[in-house]
């Protein structure tokens, strides 16, 4: 079975300061994985996929994440935050039949 | 892009009562829908995947009674919680899939059971 663990479930930095947030994931083949962005009150957003092709992808907003199969992970970075960042944060993978199980989620929050 | 529309974004009922959330495809054909819930601060649990024509796939431990999910065109999905009751109340989200890997969420429904 697909799974996806998100290690924190809250972070803070600082404005103009790098962002990462961590997700492992567990899966008996090759994985499909997903990063999505809620913000309050407002629908989730895709910020980036993975579906076999290169290692590193890039995201909107100038979100990035490395599929790293030695390490099962899939973490998300951004090389400065910016305010408007403070959002929930998934972790997503594709368990088939075109489902997708959610992380428990990260809470961003940038302090100014 | 492919938009979802969800409504109503936020009830009200009382103890016993049904209320139903519709998710509309705007600009595409969804064959596939699926209905999350998700509690203050949580992740969202997938509660059932819908195929147009089809009767719904529920997840362990979902009431399909309780939860009544029509998916009778490739534009309509809808979710009916029927008697509903205060544990009930959540945030529910529709989302559909637009192929390739690719997934859009409606904006949600706050449900408040009182």
């Known amino acids: 079975a697909q799974s996806v663990t998100q290690l924190d479930s809250h972070v803070s930095v600082s404005e103009g300061t790098p962002v990462l947030l961590r997700c492992n994931y567990s899966?008996?083949?090759?994985?499909?994985l997903f990063w999505y962005v809620q913000h309050p009150n407002k629908g989730l957003q895709l910020l980036l996929k993975?579906?076999?092709?290169?290692?590193l992808v890039k995201g909107i907003n100038g979100f990035e994440a490395e599929f790293k199969k030695s390490e099962t992970s899939f973490h998300l970075t951004k090389p400065s935050a910016h305010m408007s960042d403070a959002a929930e944060y998934f972790c997503v993978v594709y368990t088939g039949r075109r489902a997708l199980t959610f992380g428990s989620g990260t809470r961003l929050q940038v302090q100014p | 892009g492919a938009v979802v529309s969800q409504h109503p974004s936020r009830v009200i009922c009382k103890s016993g009562t049904s209320v139903k959330i519709e998710c509309r495809s705007l600009?595409?054909?969804?064959?596939?829908m699926f209905w999350y819930r998700q509690f203050p601060k949580q992740s969202l649990m997938l509660m059932a995947t819908s195929n147009e024509g089809s009767k719904a796939t529920y997840e362990q431990g979902v009431e399909k009674d309780k939860f009544l999910i029509n998916h009778a065109s490739l534009t309509l999905s809808t979710l009916t919680v029927t008697s509903a009751h205060p544990e009930d109340s959540s945030f529910y989200i529709c989302?559909?899939?637009?192929?390739?890997?690719?997934?859009?969420f409606g904006s949600g429904t706050r449900l408040t059971v009182v």
């Open positions: 899966s008996s083949y090759s994985p499909s």
């Open positions: 989302s559909a899939y637009t192929g390739d890997y690719g997934y859009t």
């Open positions: 600009d595409f054909q969804a064959t596939t």
């Open positions: 993975y579906t076999s092709a290169a290692t």
